[in-house]
């Protein structure tokens, strides 16, 4: 079993990196011509895909959803489940740009502009001209 959650949590990673990332893949649509498409396009396209994958390992049988509670986030593949799996990472991702974005902040704030005197005095008459 500790195989599997590791296979799991791989499959699980490179479907939210690629939702991330807005990976796309050719595609062949039902008219047959070929196109492209996001690999991973919303929560409800990454729930289908973990749970097409844990069936295909055999982790769970595809019987074993009629009889899960969909709501009990501690039931592997169940609703809940992959949605808590999904929201964390939307999450963790939306934190780590704003801890990154906070942090251009601070350096762009504490490194002020530096100009040479003439560029600056130059600056300065403009500034008055326009009072």
Known sequence: MCHDL??????????LDAHASH???????P????A???KVANRAHFTKLMRDFIISEGMVRIEDFKFMDQDDSAAFGSLAHLHGIYRDDRERR???RVESEASHETQRCSNPLKIDPETK???LRELRGLE
Not at 6 to 15: I, N, P, S, T, V
Not at 23 to 29: K, N, T
Not at 31 to 34: F, Y
């Open 6 to 15: 590791e296979k799991f949590d791989a499959y699980a990673r490179e479907l």
């Open 23 to 29: 990976e796309i893949e050719e595609v062949i649509a």
């Open 31 to 34: 008219d047959g011509e070929k």
């Open 36 to 38: 492209t498409a996001l």
């Open 94 to 96: 939306y934190q780590k």
């Open 121 to 123: 005095e130059k600056l």
